[in-house]
């Protein structure tokens, strides 16, 4: 782990390969051009410089054959049908593009079909593996102070990890109990912080924050939460503290960031929240991506059903 110190958001880093094809840097530019994020951008040109390993011949020429030889050995080296659709779309993506700027005329991967994807649901995680959680930290120090705002924050906001690690001193009203979040595409949300994650957050800033400026003279950082070095977090930090927390709360269940995003959805609707409202609190563009936690508040209640009715 570095020592150095973030005093920006930590972004990601495009994806270049040295001696890369021509063709591929005229893409990424052109995805650049269009405005997809540069998670995005990588995923693709990852997906497509693995595929010149598996079909020996330029992609520009590639024929129906090749895209449909490149996903059977994708299949044959365990790919999920997830990672077998992603694939397929950054082929489309690419010779879409390649039809675009007049470099051929057919489209080799039309003809073919995406694996089925059956739905996955989010991890479960009740209300009771959340408490335990939250009340992990050890409030008696400064990290302690940061790691229980932090919980509660992302638990409180429904946040994707990134917007967690990257909040900064300008986004939280305190006052008013509202974060201004920057979400996917540079899109702004207001959400509420809740009375519980309000007063964490407040004692981090108060007594745990101040302590780490004092400490490490970080006060050119405008971090909500910092590092013990003074800086930005990143996602794989915050990744190592949440699973420490849930070891020490004795969750033995696999946890990631995004599976306190779930809880929060879930148990909105569990409690009666519309779907409008929970996506507009999650930063979701589509209504379609919320529905998916209408499923999980079906599959515990069916599992409740199963394990205490009399005839369940």
């Known amino acids: ?55 020996n011949k330029p992609l520009p020429k590639w024929s129906a054959q090749d895209v449909l030889a ?46 089925k994807l059956g739905r996955t649901l989010p991890k479960d995680l009740s209300e009771d593996d959340v408490e335990r959680l939250l009340s992990a930290p050890d409030v008696s120090s400064a990290i302690g102070l940061r790691d229980k705002a932090m919980l509660e924050v992302l638990y409180a906001c429904g946040l994707r990890v990134s917007e967690l690690v990257n909040l900064s001193l300008d986004q939280v009203n305190l006052n008013a109990g509202w974060l201004q979040i920057v979400g996917k595409g540079n899109k702004m949300r207001l959400v509420p912080l809740g009375e519980l994650a309000s007063e964490a957050l407040s004692s981090y800033l108060t007594f745990g924050r101040g302590h780490l400026i004092a ?20 996602r794989q930090n915050f990744w190592y503290l949440i699973k420490k927390h849930a070891k020490a709360a004795g969750i033995d269940k696999a946890l990631s960031p995004h599976t306190l995003r779930h809880a929060f959805a879930t148990h909105l609707i569990n409690h009666g929240a519309d779907l409008r409202s929970v996506q507009l609190l999650l930063g979701h563009s589509d209504l ?12 515990r209640l069916q599992k409740l059903h199963a394990e205490h009715h009399p005839r369940g």
Not at 6 to 21: D, F, I, T, W, Y
Not at 31 to 55: P, T
Not at 220 to 234: D, E, H, K, S
């Open 1 to 55: 782990m570095s020592l150095d110190r973030a005093l920006l958001p930590r972004a990601p880093k495009a994806l270049v390969k040295k001696n890369e094809p021509e063709y591929l840097t005229e893409f990424r530019q052109a995805l650049l051009a269009r405005g997809l994020a540069i998670q995005s951008r990588n995923a693709y040109l990852r997906d497509l410089s693995q595929s010149l390993a598996v079909i």
């Open 70 to 115: 490149c996903l059977a050995d994708c299949e044959r080296s365990g790919k999920s049908a997830r990672s077998q659709a992603r694939l397929l779309s950054s082929l489309k993506q690419f010779f879409a593009w390649l039809i675009d700027v007049g470099y051929r005329e057919d489209d080799p991967c039309a003809q073919i079909k995406a694996p």
């Open 215 to 234: 400490h490490l003279k970080a006060g050119n950082c405008q971090a909500v939460f910092l590092t013990t070095q003074g800086g930005y977090m990143t």
């Open 288 to 299: 379609s991506t919320t529905q998916i936690y209408t499923h999980v508040a079906t599959a």
